[in-house]
C-alpha cells in the first residue's frame, strides 16, 4: 500500500486521525465516528500535537488498537501498516500497543466524552456510524471514572449491577438506568456520554430519560419493561475495578537487551530511582514499570532489525512475565520520549538543554523576572512560580501553644526552624480579592505543631468562606514568591520561636549562609558553626562575641555581594567586617573550631529538568491512591466532581471541584503520597498547592492553553440537567397506552417481553405510534428533547378546573395522577390559569413549576 497516500497532512486543523483495518486495508473512519471502535477489528489511531504550548518537538503519538475479538490476520495486518505509518513520519513518534479495555490513559484521553464498544463488525457498505438512523435497539453499560467507557451487552436484566450505568438506546428514546451505588460523578459522566450518542447518532433528536430511582421513575420502568421483560430477583452486585494503585507503578526496572549467539538475551540492568545516563545510544532497552506497562526504548543507534520487532520482543517479555496479553506496551525513540518516560527518571535533559545551561546560567541567574506582566501572562507566572509581583499584604502568625500568635511586622522574615507559621497574602486579580495561605513548617518542628498548623489553616479559611488558596512549604523549598513577599529578607533561625516572636538565649557563635541575588531570590539560613558547612561559591556571616565576619567565597557573584550587605543588617549591628575567602584573620577559624575542609569546587549550573506537567484524577481503592492520566489536558478536563493533581516538577497542585466534598480532607495526603511512591525519587519537600475551584492563581491557570474565569459560573450540575434541561416536560405519555405499541408479552406470568420488529417500527421510526412527551413532543431537531421520571397519568382528555384545583388526593377523579394535576387542563384553561403555554410552562426548572403550582392550588 502506499501509506503516503493514506496519510493525511498532519500540518492539518486536525491532531486526530483513525483508520480501521477492513478487509486487510487501512480505511479513514469519518470523524464523527471517532470514539467507536467494533470488537471484531484493529484500528490505528495517530496523534498529532497542534497546541500551542506543545514543547518543541513533541513527539506524535501512533497506536494500533486491537478489538477483543480480531482475529489473528487483522492483528498481524495493523502491526504491519503501523510499521509503515512509523517509516513515513519518521523517529519523532511514539508507539503504542493498545487492548481492548485496557488502554492507555495516552489513548482515552482523545475521547472525552467516552469510548464505545459495538459488537460485531463493521461490513464494507456501511458507514461507521450512521446519522438519523433510529431501528436500533441495544443496551449499553458505562463505566468509568475520568474516562468512561460504554460496552455493548445482552438486552437483559440479567446484565444489570448495583454501581453501575446502563443506557437502554431505542433509537428515538434513550433511557439512561443509574445504578443505586453508582455516585454522581459516575451519573455525571454517563449523562455526558448518552447526551453525546444523542448528537453524533440521532442528529440531536431523540429523547432521554433517566431513572434515578425506580419507584419515582415508574413510566421509564415501564418502557424498560416492555423492552427487557419484569426483572426477576435482586439486582447483581458491582463487580470490583482492578485499579493499579501508586505503590504499584513505582517499581521499575531497566532491562539491557542484546543478541549472543542468535539468542535474544534480556538482563537486569538497575531499578529505580533510575538515571538518565544508563540508556545507550546504541543499544535497546525495556522498561517494566511494576507489570503495569512495557516501555521499549531503542536507541538512535541501534539496528533498524531490532526496531522492527520493538513489540514482539515486548510480547516476549511479557509472556516470559506471565503477565496478561492485554499488557500496555509503548515503544519511545532516542529524543522523542514521552512525558511518562521521562518521569521514570530522577532528572531528564536533552543535551541541547545541557549546552544552553552551561553557557548561559549566570545570565539566567541575573536576569529579573518581568513581574508587570505576570496577570497578562498567566503562563509567565507558571514559569516563574509567581502569582504577582509581590506587592500585595502580607500577614504572618506563628504557631505557639496551639494557638495562633501574631507576628510584628517588623519580624516578618525571621522564623525559626523549630516552628510553624501561616503567612496570608492578599492581592487582586481582575478586580477581585484573592488570597494564598503559605503554611510554613520548620524542620525542627514537632508532629503535634505540624498538626496545629493544619487546624489553624482550616479555621482561617473558614473565616475567608473557602476562598483561600493553601500551599504547604518545607523550610529549604520555599518557592520564589513566598521569597519574593518576604523582600529577600527570610532569615532562618536554629532553635523555636519564643512568647514575642523571638527566639530563646542564642549561643555566642553562629553561622548563617546567604544565598540569593536579588529580593526574588534571596534566603539566609543558619547553619551549624562549623568551617565544614562554607562553601566557595556562597556567602556567609559569622557572628561572634566580638566581631561579625561576611565571609565572601570565591565563586560568588558581585550581585551575591551586594544583596548580602543587604540581608545582614536584620541579624547584626554595624559591627561587621568584610573578610575574602583567604585571607581570613586567625579569630575567624578560631570561633569556628578550626580549619576543615569544604566544598570549593566552582558550583556546575543547574540541570534544568524538561519535565512537561501532567494532569491525573485522584481517587482512593482500598486505601490506596489511584492516580488516571488526563493527556493533552485542558480547563474542560477539570470537572466539580473531581480532585485533580497537576505535577509540574516543582509543585504539585491539588484542585478541588465544588461537588468533591468526600475526599477534601485526604488531598494533601495523596500529594505527599504521590511524591513518596514516585519512581523518580522526588523530594517530600517539593511544594503542595491546594487549590478550590473558581480560586485559581495564575500559576497553575498558566498551565493550560486557555483558561476561562468565568467557566464555573455557567456550568450546571448533575441534578439541575435532570431536573432542568431533562426535566423540562413533566411525563412520557405513550399515545393510546402502552397496548397500542403492540408490545409482545410473556404467556403465563403476564411480564413484557422484548419488543417486536414490528412494534419497534411505530416505537422508533416514528410513525403514528411513536412516543410523545409532555402534552406535545415539541421543540426543533436541535433542541435536547428529554424524558421525565415522574409517574405516568393513567387517564387522558381534559377535566374542568374546578375538578382539579384546590382538590385533595382522594377527592380527584379516578385514573388523575395528583401529583400533575396540571396535565389534565385543557390547553385554554392551562393558558388562562398559569398565563402561559404548556409547552412554556414545560421548559421551566422542576423546582419553579411546583412553585407554581403550589400557588395555584395544582400541586
Known amino acids: 500500500m502506499d501509506i503516503g497516500k493514506g496519510l493525511p497532512a498532519t500540518e492539518s486543523h486536525r491532531d486526530l486521525h483513525i483508520w480501521i483495518i477492513e478487509n486487510l486495508k487501512m480505511v479513514p473512519v469519518t470523524e464523527r465516528a471517532y470514539g467507536n471502535f467494533f470488537e471484531d477489528h484493529c484500528y490505528i489511531v495517530l496523534h498529532v500535537p497542534q497546541s500551542l504550548k506543545a ?174 421483560g419484569c426483572r426477576v430477583g435482586n439486582l447483581h452486585a458491582t463487580r470490583p475495578t482492578k485499579s493499579i494503585s501508586q505503590l504499584q507503578k513505582a517499581s521499575v526496572r531497566l532491562y539491557h537487551v542484546c543478541e549472543k549467539d542468535e539468542d535474544l538475551v534480556i538482563q537486569e540492568l538497575a531499578t529505580c530511582p533510575l538515571t538518565q545516563d544508563l540508556l545507550q545510544e546504541e543499544d535497546y532497552y525495556i522498561l517494566d514499570q511494576g507489570g503495569f506497562k512495557i516501555y521499549v526504548w531503542q536507541g538512535r543507534m541501534s539496528g533498524l532489525q531490532e526496531k522492527k520487532a520493538a513489540f514482539s520482543r515486548a510480547l516476549a517479555f511479557i509472556q516470559a512475565k506471565g503477565y496478561p496479553t492485554y499488557t500496555n506496551v509503548e515503544v519511545v525513540n532516542d529524543g522523542a520520549e514521552s512525558a511518562a518516560f521521562k518521569q521514570l527518571f530522577q532528572t531528564w535533559s536533552t543535551n541541547q538543554r545541557r549546552n544552553k545551561n552551561l553557557d548561559g546560567m549566570s545570565k539566567l541567574i541575573r536576569v529579573r523576572p518581568d513581574v508587570g506582566k505576570l496577570h497578562s501572562q498567566p503562563e509567565l507566572a507558571a514559569e516563574l512560580r509567581m502569582v504577582d509581583d509581590a506587592s500585595g499584604k502580607v500577614e504572618v502568625w506563628c504557631i505557639q501553644d496551639l494557638r495562633r500568635q501574631p507576628v510584628d511586622p517588623k519580624h516578618h522574615g525571621q522564623l525559626y526552624a523549630g516552628s510553624c507559621y501561616l503567612v496570608l497574602y492578599t492581592y487582586q486579580k481582575m478586580g477581585r480579592v484573592q488570597y494564598l495561605l503559605y503554611l510554613w513548617q520548620g524542620h525542627q518542628a514537632t508532629t503535634r505543631e505540624i498538626s496545629t498548623l493544619n487546624c489553624h489553616a482550616e479555621q482561617l479559611d473558614l473565616m475567608y468562606r473557602g476562598a483561600l488558596v493553601r500551599e504547604h512549604v518545607t523550610m529549604g523549598s520555599e518557592p520564589p514568591h513566598f521569597l519574593a513577599i518576604l523582600q529577600g529578607q527570610l532569615v532562618v533561625f536554629q532553635g523555636h520561636a519564643g512568647h514575642d516572636g523571638k527566639g530563646q538565649p542564642a549561643p555566642a557563635t553562629r553561622l548563617f549562609h546567604v544565598q540569593g541575588t536579588d529580593s526574588y531570590n534571596t534566603k539566609t539560613v543558619e547553619v551549624p558553626a562549623r568551617a565544614s558547612a562554607l562553601s566557595s561559591n556562597d556567602i556567609f556571616l559569622l557572628v561572634t562575641a566580638g566581631p561579625c565576619y561576611l565571609w565572601f567565597g570565591k565563586g560568588c557573584s558581585g550581585d551575591q555581594r551586594e544583596m548580602a550587605r543587604t540581608v545582614v543588617t536584620a541579624i547584626s549591628g554595624e559591627n561587621k567586617e568584610t573578610v575574602l575567602e583567604g585571607q581570613e584573620p586567625s579569630h575567624f577559624w578560631e570561633a569556628l573550631g578550626g580549619r576543615a575542609p569544604y566544598p570549593s569546587n566552582k558550583r556546575l549550573p543547574e540541570d534544568v529538568s524538561s519535565f512537561q506537567p501532567r494532569l491525573f484524577e485522584c481517587s482512593s481503592q482500598m486505601g490506596h491512591l489511584v492516580l488516571t492520566e488526563v493527556v493533552f489536558f485542558s480547563q474542560e478536563d477539570l470537572d466539580k466532581y473531581d480532585i485533580m493533581l497537576l505535577d509540574t516538577w ?175 387542563l385543557s390547553d385554554s384553561d392551562f393558558q388562562d390559569i398559569f398565563g402561559k403555554s404548556k409547552e412554556e410552562f414545560y421548559s421551566m426548572a422542576k423546582w419553579r413549576q411546583q412553585q407554581e403550582k403550589k400557588q395555584l392550588g395544582l400541586f
Open 650 to 824: 516543582q509543585e504539585i497542585f491539588l484542585w478541588l471541584g465544588e461537588a468533591a466534598s468526600e475526599w477534601k480532607k485526604e488531598a494533601v495526603a495523596w500529594g505527599r503520597e504521590y511524591l513518596k511512591t514516585h519512581p523518580a525519587g522526588r523530594s517530600p519537600a517539593t511544594p503542595i498547592v491546594v487549590i478550590k475551584q473558581g480560586h485559581e492563581p495564575p500559576t497553575f491557570t498558566g498551565w493550560f492553553l486557555t483558561w476561562d474565569p468565568y467557566k464555573w459560573t455557567n456550568n450546571q450540575s448533575y441534578e439541575e440537567v435532570v431536573d432542568g434541561s431533562l426535566g423540562a416536560k413533566p411525563a412520557i405519555v405513550i399515545k393510546a397506552e402502552l397496548d397500542n405499541l403492540q408490545l409482545s408479552r410473556g404467556p403465563s406470568n403476564g411480564s413484557a417481553g422484548p419488543l417486536t420488529p414490528r412494534a419497534l417500527e411505530g416505537f422508533q421510526e416514528g410513525s403514528g405510534n411513536e412516543l410523545q412527551l409532555g402534552p406535545k413532543a415539541g421543540g426543533t431537531s436541535t433542541s435536547t428533547g428529554s424524558l421525565h421520571s415522574s409517574p405516568r397519568p393513567t387517564t387522558s382528555g381534559s377535566l374542568p378546573r374546578e375538578q382539579l384545583m384546590h382538590q385533595a388526593a382522594e377527592d380527584l377523579p379516578e385514573g388523575v395522577d395528583p401529583a400533575h394535576k396540571e396535565f389534565y
Open 55 to 228: 514543547v518543541q518537538g513533541a513527539p506524535s503519538d501512533l497506536h494500533y488498537w486491537v478489538g477483543k475479538e480480531a482475529g489473528a490476520e487483522a492483528q498481524g495486518a495493523a502491526g504491519a501498516f503501523v510499521q509503515h505509518v512509523q517509516e513515513a513520519l519518521g523517529a519523532a513518534t511514539v508507539q503504542h500497543r493498545e487492548a481492548q479495555g485496557h488502554e492507555s490513559d495516552c489513548f482515552r484521553s482523545y475521547f472525552r466524552r467516552g469510548i464505545i464498544y459495538r459488537k460485531g463488525g463493521l461490513a464494507s457498505a456501511l458507514r461507521h456510524v450512521e446519522t438519523n438512523v433510529y431501528n436500533i435497539q441495544r443496551l449499553l453499560r458505562i463505566q468509568g471514572r475520568k474516562h468512561v467507557s460504554a460496552t455493548e451487552v445482552e438486552l437483559s436484566w440479567n446484565s444489570f449491577s448495583k454501581g453501575d450505568i446502563f443506557l437502554l438506546d431505542l433509537g428515538k428514546v434513550m433511557i439512561q438506568w443509574n445504578g443505586p451505588e453508582a455516585s454522581i460523578s459516575e451519573k455525571a459522566r454517563g449523562l455526558a456520554l448518552t447526551c453525546s450518542l444523542q448528537d453524533r447518532e440521532r442528529g440531536g433528536r431523540a429523547q432521554i430519560g433517566v431513572v434515578d430511582d425506580e419507584v419515582e421513575a415508574t413510566d421509564l420502568m415501564q418502557v424498560m419493561e416492555a423492552v427487557l
